[in-house]
Nanobody, 125 residues
Framework: VQLQASGGGLVQAGGSLRLSCAAA????????MGWFRQAPGREREFVAV????????YYADGLKGRFTISRDRAKNTVYLQMNSLKPEDTAVYYC???????????????????WGQGTQITVSS
């Protein structure tokens, strides 16, 4: 599946942004769709993931409550709503997809077979 992320930009601390990730191609029911981010000089880290079949969601510690992952099945699109943004949220955000992923692998970038191109989020203080 091919992924196209959009919605990045510059925002002040405390602001909100919504990222979109449109998938071209079939998304089977056993897929998970996730978001990761990578700040300069740091490893890519897990943000959130959603099970395509039932909409179940999982978040990195500390992000639940500020970030919400959701989907529109008709549009084959996954969203990441980010509220109360902080300067430390500044990073390139990537969407990713994988099939038949077990829970313990959700947070591992190497488990995902498809990646979007990344979109920059910059939060100014």
């Amino acid at each position: 599946v091919q992924l196209q992320a959009s919605g990045g930009g510059l925002v002040q601390a405390g602001g909100s942004l919504r990222l979109s990730c449109a998938a071209a191609g079939r998304i089977d029911s056993d897929y998970v769709m996730g978001w990761f981010r990578q700040a300069p000089g740091r490893e890519r880290e897990f943000v959130a993931v959603l099970r395509w079949n039932n909409g179940g969601t999982y978040y990195a510690d500390g992000l639940k409550g500020r970030f919400t992952i959701s989907r529109d099945r008709a549009k084959n699109t996954v969203y990441l709503q980010m509220n109360s943004l902080k300067p430390e949220d500044t990073a390139v955000y990537y969407c990713a997809a994988a099939s038949r992923l077990i829970y313990s692998s959700f947070g591992q970038p190497s488990s995902y077979s498809s990646w979007g191109q990344g979109t920059q989020i910059t939060v100014s203080s």
